[in-house]
């Protein structure tokens, strides 16, 4: 008879995710996570395999904090706007967890010179982001896409100098940084799309 744990699998979990917002993925060890629980590593095993199936639920859980705010940014009157505030938003208020989530590559690939290919992997809202500036300002997919790719770039360098604080810009700066972005954007690929068309 296997034996009884000592701790839940939520509770596990919340100390894992709690140890890596605070500290990092790298802090986050059988001893460390054992040691934080007031225990040694032996009960975390009782519900988990091993240490990679609890890196694997923090990541999950990261994840769906991230999704989170995303889902607030799609609320916002300009969805697009509102999830790249959203991001850069995330990355200051959980820098461990954007680290994680954002400043590797996917699944221990290497770099890539085509972050068309990137983009879906490291955002699962990619899609749905997508059709907030495609819809509205009646773009085609792949205008859409250099737009989105374009300003994402621009966000996630705001993005990584707010986590290591290379910058301190408010959300009213970062705001109308980003408006003045898009709205550039705009500008030359529907007026690119209006030569072309002519």
């Known amino acids: 008879m296997p034996p009884k744990a000592k701790f839940t699998r939520e509770e596990i979990l919340a100390k894992a995710m709690q140890i890596v917002r605070s500290e990092g993925m ?28 609890v890196h694997q639920e923090v990541i999950r859980s990261a994840k769906e904090r991230y999704r989170q705010y995303v889902e ?17 938003t995330f990355a200051m208020e959980e820098p461990k967890l954007f680290q994680l989530l954002f400043m590797s590559a996917p699944d221990g690939e290497g770099p890539s010179s085509n972050i068309s290919q990137i983009l879906p992997l490291i955002d699962e809202s990619y899609e749905r982001i997508l059709r907030t ?4 300002y009646g773009l ?14 621009y966000s996630h360098g705001i ?12 959300k009213e700066q970062i705001s109308e940084m ?8 705009l500008f030359l690929f529907k007026k690119v799309e209006r030569k072309e068309q002519s």
């Open 26 to 53: 790298d802090r986050l060890t059988s001893r460390e996570l054992g040691m934080q629980l007031g225990s040694s590593a032996r009960p975390i095993f009782t519900v988990f395999e091993n240490m990679e199936e």
């Open 72 to 88: 607030r940014g799609l609320k916002e009157k300009l969805a697009f706007g509102g999830v790249g505030l959203a991001y850069i």
């Open 159 to 170: 993005a990584v100098m707010s986590v290591t604080h290379l910058c301190n810009y408010s």
């Open 140 to 153: 085609d997919r792949a205008t859409a896409d250099r737009l989105y790719q374009h300003l994402w770039t």
């Open 178 to 185: 980003m408006k003045e972005v898009f709205q550039s954007l």
């Open 133 to 136: 500036v495609q819809e509205p």
